[in-house]
């Protein structure tokens, strides 16, 4: 027994020893473990006030609030679905014999992968779906797809994903459909008794980390083009086509279920009856998607990507694989030695096409016959979506409105007309096609024919019904930005032409249409010159001059042209002055120059640090730790209107930079551990923030339980649909719908700042993370972006829009480099996160991209960060950055360039960067400064939020540590006394 004791003592010693660096460990991940565990925190709240609720949920219960998302999502999908063929095959009839003919049937896609997944696991399966619709399924088909037999032809059919045969696509989702000469015959024998229709589904999956592959990703010349379909869904339609050919079937319905819009070219080589794009399903989706099959809903979505028979006619396409700078050999990061030029400027998705086909009708810009050649790279157009009824639009009408203090708008009235059999809903599109003029030749102005610059969705109209819609349109939209001589937005001179359409090609149409252009000119369809209004307008360089709160707005953006950075005529980009003679046939290959040296370093605040504007009073130490009794509370004013909710004082009052006298160094640095959480101040009284991802709604399975709800359940939220499926909605009062129910899960959840939603362009179809982004429109993008975050804001959750900026590929993203004009960038890629970022009464932050610009990381880009953001836009929220993975991300460089306000760092890099400059004997000023106005920015959005709940006047903020850092102390205490105890008294004892 001695002996037995002796040796347990032994262990407990050795584990003790074992236990010391966990505790190194487990201090040092801290925020990642606390995320998982439930109860976790940084800090309790001593006298907290039960009546101090800024922000409380609209629900009840979780249960309440999780059928009110269910439907909403249910509700989401109804309106964005998109029909996009039909030739009478839908609405199937009630107790119509369906057989679900594909392996996706049984594995539908509900999001995308990676930080932005939602939990769908509770959703309806295709199945149980079409026969709550009143559809009646084929069992044996759809058993048989679940069977071990299909399972072991699918793991020898797959391609794609994580290893074996075709490591070249990483994490990406197989390719998993089985060729039909393998079905058993009591399989397909089942077909025909279930054969009223067969519904097809064929989706990809996009995710974090990787995008679609191609023919050339990757480098791979031979890699598969992941959104065409594979030789076994080939056969699957070609056997589709056979069973209908011999009468064994009556209709063939293809459902597109992917937010990567997939290359439809084998609708020239196969019957197809209808076509419905889904995009990714949320937990209810699926409902409605059966529901629009069986008549019940009918469809109402428009596209929010171009649709094409070969997705890689689009001209970013030619530049859409990552280069590696010429003569690279080590002088600069790893992580920054690759780059991407987007060559196709402004004209990205139906920029591009309807533009080029515009100008070939009108004889313009060395076309070279692409008006015959857009129907066979188009399949569908940009806002294109079929109902079960038709729609005609008539007496439109304009009136320029332009108020006393105001800027000039446009209302654009028009009847529409329900003229078919059932009820239904129509999206209408207004276009604007403003001039293209020698001006713009001349200083490298790009114009599209026609982009979208408003629109609105009618209620449900009855047969006969008409609804007059009014449609605002800002002419601030209508500017073009001139970088090149006027360095600001322009309106040209010429005429401008407003239209209201169904979809770009139709706006194309009409505006060719009212130049006198019909099909003898070589359109492919009439348009309507009855739908346009057009009016001159003179040069204009000053109105648009100047931002919505009177910032002169200029150049910020030339160190990311590559034609100024490196020379002229360094990069030919596309230009519709000659289509033929600016297609980019080739990567544009760059060398690394001197001055990319220093610019490219690690520690570019220490390297580079001149480069930075910053106040001459950032020179000087500001006064800390003064203990003067001012806490955050403080920054409350009375309740003005009596509603209960305190108003806080405005971000430049005074009293904030007494309060900020208080701060202490170490609380600054703390600025940089903010992963999923923002700690406590406590020298100022503030309550520290739990943060967490959310773009497809918020994700409570990414960490496992960690999430409870206010009185104790395990957190659940509504997975919504894919953000694409949000936008194809047309319907701002949805969205409005979207972002509150989202607030609702986060308030329930005590979550204060939401990571989404996802604002970044779909530049090509081939974007891994598509589904957390809405739309190649910038335009649509920042509308559907302002109503959701406005409705997270007014309820007291702060969000962070992802990922500021040019995160429009996963390839190298870890410090690629993106080289684009300026107007490229804002008009484009900029355009979808400015409005809910401009105008949201200066709240609403950021997460930054890992990319460059040129050189300059984001987050450290101190003309993008303090210029635009901060500046024109006027923004005053927390800014954080993507997770710090890489160690290029400087902190104290991208602290001084005034916008990273905390650092969603995993890892301690910023941390100790921070400790670095500013823990010393000699802690640099600017950095401190910079640290403090920083703080400025996270208290001032804390205290906008609920993160304040609970937090009265006498509440008293106490920073703890976590019970899972405290426990695993405790046991570590707890093994070394006894194991060293036991081995004291048996060596005293012996």
Not at 203 to 210: C, H, K, L, N, T
Not at 556 to 568: R, S
Not at 749 to 768: D, E
Request: charge should be negative.
């Amino acid at each position: 027994m001695r002996r037995f004791f002796k040796a347990i003592s032994v262990i407990l010693v050795v584990l003790f020893v074992i236990m010391i660096p966990v505790n190194v460990v487990v201090r040092m991940f801290d925020n990642t473990i606390s995320l998982m565990i439930a109860g976790n925190s940084f800090w309790e709240l001593e006298n907290k006030d039960p009546n101090a609720v800024y922000f409380k949920g609209d629900y009840a219960s979780q249960e309440e609030r999780l059928e009110a998302g269910l439907d909403l999502c249910y509700r989401v999908e109804a309106e964005g679905a998109a029909l996009l063929l039909n030739n009478g095959a839908l609405p199937l009839k009630s107790q119509a014999k369906v057989s679900t003919l594909s392996v996706n049937s049984v594995d539908l896609t509900y999001g995308g992968t990676g930080s932005g997944n939602v939990d769908a696991s509770k959703a309806d399966n295709l199945k149980a779906a079409l026969e709550k619709s009143g559809l009646v399924v084929n069992p044996t088909l759809w058993d048989w797809y679940t069977s071990d037999a299909a399972e072991e032809l699918k793991a020898a059919n797959s391609e794609g994903g994580g290893g074996g045969e075709n490591d070249l696509l990483g994490g990406q989702a197989p390719i998993v459909e089985i060729d039909p000469k393998n079905y058993p015959d009591d399989v397909k024998n089942s077909i025909a008794s279930y054969g009223d229709a067969v519904i097809i589904t064929f989706s990809r999956v996009g995710g974090e980390g990787y995008d679609c592959s191609f023919p050339g990703y990757e480098g791979v010349a031979d890699a598969p083009n992941y959104l065409a379909l594979n030789d076994n869904e080939r056969a699957l339609m070609a056997y589709a086509n056979q069973l209908k050919a011999e009468g064994k079937i009556g209709s063939i319905i293809v459902l597109i279920n992917t937010s990567n819009a997939l290359q439809v070219d084998f609708l020239n080589d196969y019957d197809v009856d209808a076509l419905l794009w889904v995009g990714g399903l949320g937990i209810a989706g699926t409902n409605a998607v059966t529901d629009i099959l069986a008549g019940k809903v009918k469809p109402s979505g428009g596209l929010v990507d171009t649709y094409c028979y070969d997705n890689l006619s689009s001209p970013a396409m030619q530049n859409y694989i990552a280069q590696t700078y010429g003569n690279f050999n080590g002088q600069v990061p790893d992580a920054a030695s690759t780059y991407m030029v987007y060559q196709e400027g402004i004209y990205v998705g139906y920029k591009y096409y309807e533009t080029r086909y515009f100008d070939a009708v009108m004889g313009n810009g060395n076309t070279a016959g692409y008006a015959q050649e857009y129907g066979k790279e188009v399949a569908f157009p940009f806002g294109y979506g079929l109902s079960y009824t038709t729609f005609q639009y008539s007496d439109m009408q304009v009136e320029r409105v332009a108020n006393e203090g105001e800027e000039a708008y446009y209302n654009v009235t028009l009847n529409v007309t329900n003229t078919g059999a059932v009820a239904g809903k129509e999206i209408v599109q207004v276009y604007l096609s403003s001039p293209y003029t020698e001006y713009d030749k001349e200083n490298g102005i790009e114009k599209a024919a026609v982009q979208l610059i408003g629109f609105g969705k009618t209620p449900e109209l009855a047969p006969g019904a008409t609804e007059k819609l009014t449609i605002k349109v800002d002419e601030r939209d209508m500017a073009a930005y001139d970088a090149n001589k006027a360095k600001t937005y322009i309106l040209d001179a010429g005429t401008y032409y407003l239209t209201a359409a169904s979809d770009s090609h139709a706006a194309t149409n009409n505006i060719l249409a009212a130049h006198g252009k019909t099909t003898a000119d070589g359109m492919d369809e009439n348009g309507d010159a009855s739908l346009v209004y057009n009016w001159d307008m003179e040069f204009d360089d000053e109105t648009y001059a100047v931002s919505l709160n009177g910032t002169k707005i200029e150049n910020q953006l030339d160190h990311a042209d590559p034609n100024k950075y490196f020379g002229e005529d360094t990069v030919t980009f596309l230009s519709r002055s000659d289509w033929a003679g600016t297609w980019p046939t080739e990567a544009v290959k760059l060398d690394i120059i001197d001055k990319m040296i220093d610019e490219l370093a690690i520690e570019r605040w220490a390297v580079d640090g001149d480069s930075y504007t910053v106040p001459e009073e950032w020179k000087n130490m500001p006064v800390l730790d003064a203990k003067n009794g001012l806490t955050l509370y403080d920054m409350f004013n009375e309740d003005r209107d009596n509603d209960g909710i305190k108003a806080n004082k405005d971000y430049d009052d005074p009293a904030w930079a007494e309060l900020f006298k208080n701060l202490t160094m170490e609380e600054l640095i703390s600025v940089g551990d903010c992963f999923h959480w923002r700690h406590p101040i406590v020298s100022v009284n503030a309550p520290g923030s739990r943060d967490e991802n959310g773009p497809q709604g918020l994700t409570v399975s990414l960490f496992g339980g960690g999430l409870v709800t206010i009185d104790g359940k395990s957190a659940e939220a509504t997975a919504f649909t894919s953000e694409d499926v949000m936008a194809a909605t047309f319907n701002l009062a949805l969205m409005e719908e979207i972002g509150t129910m989202i607030a609702n899960d986060c308030l329930d959840a005590s979550v204060s700042c939401l990571y989404g939603p996802g604002a970044n362009t779909h530049r090509t179809p081939y974007g891994g993370r598509n589904f957390e982004y809405y739309s190649e429109d910038g335009f649509l993008a920042g509308e559907m972006a302002y109503t959701e975050v406005k409705a997270l804001l007014d309820h007291g959750v702060d969000v962070v829009l992802k990922h500021f900026a040019l995160n429009d590929t996963e390839q190298d993203r870890l410090g690629q480099a993106a080289w684009l004009t300026e107007q490229t960038a804002r008009e484009i890629y900029l355009k979808a996160f400015q409005k809910a970022l401009e105008e949201n009464g200066g709240r609403g932050g950021i997460m930054t991209a890992y990319t460059r610009w040129g050189t300059q990381w984001s987050g450290y880009n101190q003309k993008l960060m303090t210029g635009i953001l901060r500046g024109e836009w006027g923004n005053k929220s927390m800014h954080i950055t993507d997770n710090i993975i890489t160690d290029y991300c400087d902190a104290s460089a991208a602290i001084v360039a005034g916008g990273v306000t905390c650092f969603d760092a995993m890892m301690s890099s910023a941390l100790d960067d921070l400790k670095a400059t500013v823990d010393t004997d000699t802690p640099d000023p600017v950095v401190v400064n910079a640290l403090v106005e920083a703080m400025h920015h996270n208290l001032y959005t804390i205290i906008n939020s609920a993160a304040m709940n609970g937090v009265g006047p006498d509440t008293v903020v106490k920073a703890i540590t976590p019970n899972i850092v405290n426990l695993v102390l405790y046991i570590t205490i707890a093994l070394g006394v006894i194991g060293i105890g036991g081995c004291i008294i048996f060596r005293k004892r012996h």
